[in-house]
């Protein structure tokens, strides 16, 4: 009877322990799942502002001939953010493009006409729509990569983490440039 008992405490042991592991392990599926999902946002919304960023070029080309530096500036970083690769890469090549753009509409500022075009201004609203969501999409990433960067780096699970080679994530980060305001000069 003893004994009986005694297998009955090893096998309940054994059988949380497993469950745990394999709770933990379907726990860093999840999120390493969520963290690539949450950057699948991301690319969308950049997709979707380098789609609406020729309709704006185009747009303001007609106003504002002379500008062709600036034009040329964000046809450039609009490239260069749909030939970037992973997300030091693309958080880089968005943030020259964010940059860009800043500088483009400081441009704008000074054509009263472009400003009172409503193609411009449809254009300009769809923009920054865009540029709510991408921001919003960059958040939830950062939010994502900081839960699962966490579950990788805590004990018992980083064990488990680097049993299975879970690799941390990387944040997506606004550069210094893009963080200010553009000065624009005539």
């Known amino acids: 009877m003893d004994n009986l008992i ?15 592991l394999i709770h933990m392990y379907n726990n860093l599926i999840n999120l390493r799942n969520r963290v690539q999902n949450s950057y699948s946002q991301i690319d969308v919304q950049l997709k979707r502002r380098n789609d609406l960023i020729p309709n704006l070029v185009e747009t303001v080309k007609g106003y504002a001939a002379h500008e062709k530096g600036v034009l040329e500036e964000v046809t450039k970083a609009r490239s260069n953010v749909m030939n970037a690769n992973g997300v030091e890469e693309t958080s880089e090549a968005n943030n020259q493009l964010t940059g860009a ?6 441009v704008a500022e000074n054509y009263p006409d472009l400003k009172a075009n409503s193609n411009f201004q449809q254009l300009q609203e769809q923009l920054t729509d865009t540029e709510d969501k991408i921001s919003y999409s960059r ?20 064990l488990l983490a680097r049993l299975f080679r879970f690799k941390p994530a990387e944040f997506f980060q606004a550069d210094e440039a893009s963080r200010e305001v553009p000065q624009v000069e005539f």
């Open 6 to 20: 005694l297998i009955i405490i090893v096998v309940v042991c054994i059988i949380f322990v497993v469950g745990t």
């Open 101 to 106: 753009l800043k500088t483009l509409f400081a």
């Open 139 to 158: 958040q939830f990433y950062n939010d994502t990569v900081l839960k699962y960067n966490n579950v990788c780096q805590q004990f018992p699970s980083s």
